[in-house]
């Protein structure tokens, strides 16, 4: 894969390794949070409780549907 070179503030570069680990590039590190923040949104989402119900309420909604 080709390399290229961004242009980030010098704190930022500082923060950045804060996150490494000995022997890490910068593109160690930047592809491990982004791996974490991957995994974060995903669980936030499975997570949210907006727009849910009760497992209760969805079963009364199951029984009042699939009556005999």
Do not use: H, P, V
């Not at 923060?15 to 590039?25: A, H």
């Not at 491990?32 to 923040?37: F, P």
């Amino acid at each position: 894969m080709e390399d290229t070179t961004i242009a980030i503030k010098c704190d930022l570069k500082e923060k950045i390794k804060e996150f490494g680990n000995k022997g890490d590039t910068y593109s160690d590190i930047i592809i491990r949070l982004l791996e974490s923040a991957k995994e974060r949104q995903l669980q936030d989402l499975l997570m949210n409780e907006n727009d849910t119900i009760s497992i209760e309420e969805a079963l009364a909604n199951a029984k009042k549907q699939w009556r005999r």
